[in-house]
């Protein structure tokens, strides 16, 4: 069974349109399917449209905001409530095509856990959103290693055991199929059409770049160090410590053995202030080590992720 996911935030005239053409596609494909339209606090008629089509067909569900909580939120709800194996996402506003949804699937099919669109001839501004898109992509694959062109593309398909997994917060549905790496997920791209948006208005401007670029220093923290925040913070921490050890000791030999004054020397308050935000930042390291450890515990989950188990019960023993 395939879940279509679709954020929509005052998409009014896009969705009747929208509508009629995914169902196009998903009836053709033959199997089962849902649709689930996450309306996040619209203001304008999207409530009513969604409203009416899913009086007249069971296979579309509604979930509707009580506000505006933004697209990783409207997604996540999504994934929380979908019941297909396969989960799609696109967005609600005709710029991704659903006549690409057989070709992710076919990606899906061949072993791949997330299969992520890549809009190769995007239809949007130059200037204010493909230039500093690229750029974006280009950091993300290098810090976190795993290359895409796209990761803004909101057309992707996922198994719905990954996508399952996600707990997600703030703006980190651009970084999924990166933070999909914690749980050993195939990933992999394919060129997917793109069209202008006719109806209504983008919901995001340039302003998003400096989120984009913090975003990226959390994923690459919550990839690599969430279960070792000591070896970040620590890390750091000591080697400050040290550097300050070593010149408060450069001085105590000045002033002792030499008998020279150190009293006004600038060097004698970095000494200082390096020992001490290094022992700081160890003790923080350890204190972060404190809080994974309740946060793993309290929610009962595991650090890893199992990908088969042999001659063993489904159940932990
Ligand atoms: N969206 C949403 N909540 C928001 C912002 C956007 O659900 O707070 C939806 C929006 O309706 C659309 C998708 O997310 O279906 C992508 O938004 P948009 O088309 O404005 O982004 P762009 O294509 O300009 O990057
Ligand atoms: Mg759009």
């Not at 099919?109 to 299969?115: A, K, M, R, T």
């Not at 949007?124 to 992509?137: E, G, T």
Request: some cysteine.
């Amino acid at each position: 069974m395939i879940s279509v996911v679709i954020p929509a935030y005052n998409e009014e005239e896009s969705i009747p349109h929208l509508y009629k053409k995914l169902k196009e596609v998903l009836d053709k494909l033959g199997g089962e399917y849902e649709i689930i339209f996450v309306d996040d606090g619209s203001d304008d008629r999207t409530p009513e449209i969604l409203k009416d089509i899913a009086k007249k067909d069971r296979t579309v569900k509604v979930i509707r905001f009580r506000r505006n909580y933004g697209q990783t939120a409207a997604m996540y709800a999504g994934f929380v409530h979908a019941s297909g194996d396969v989960i799609i996402t696109m967005d609600a506003d005709l710029q991704n095509d659903p006549e690409d949804i057989p070709r992710l699937l076919e990606k899906i099919q061949e072993g791949y856990d997330i299969v992520s669109g890549w809009r190769k001839d995007r239809k949007d501004p130059f200037l204010s959103r493909k230039l500093p898109s690229m750029i974006a992509n280009w950091i993300i694959s290098k810090v976190t290693g795993v290359k895409l062109h796209d990761y803004g593309c909101t057309l992707k398909a996922y198994k719905a055991e990954i996508a399952k997994r996600y707990r997600l917060y703030g703006d980190m549905h651009r970084f999924l199929p990166a933070l999909a790496k914690r749980f050993g997920a195939k990933v992999t791209e394919i060129p997917v059409r793109h069209h202008p948006r006719i109806y209504g208005k983008s919901k995001y401007g340039i302003g998003r770049t400096i989120r984009v670029i913090l975003d990226i220093f959390l994923v690459k923290f919550l990839n690599e160090y969430i279960t070792k925040p000591l070896y970040v913070f620590g890390g750091v921490g000591f080697l400050m410590f040290f550097v300050g050890f070593l010149i408060e000791a450069y001085l105590t030999f000045l002033k002792i053995f030499l008998g020279e004054d150190i009293g006004d020397r600038p060097l004698l308050i970095l000494g200082v202030l390096l020992i001490l935000t290094g022992v700081q930042l160890f003790s923080t390291g350890v204190i972060a080590e404190l809080i994974i450890r309740t946060y793993y515990e309290s929610k009962g989950e595991r650090p890893y992720v199992i990908e088969e188990k042999i001659n063993l019960d489904e159940g932990e023993t």
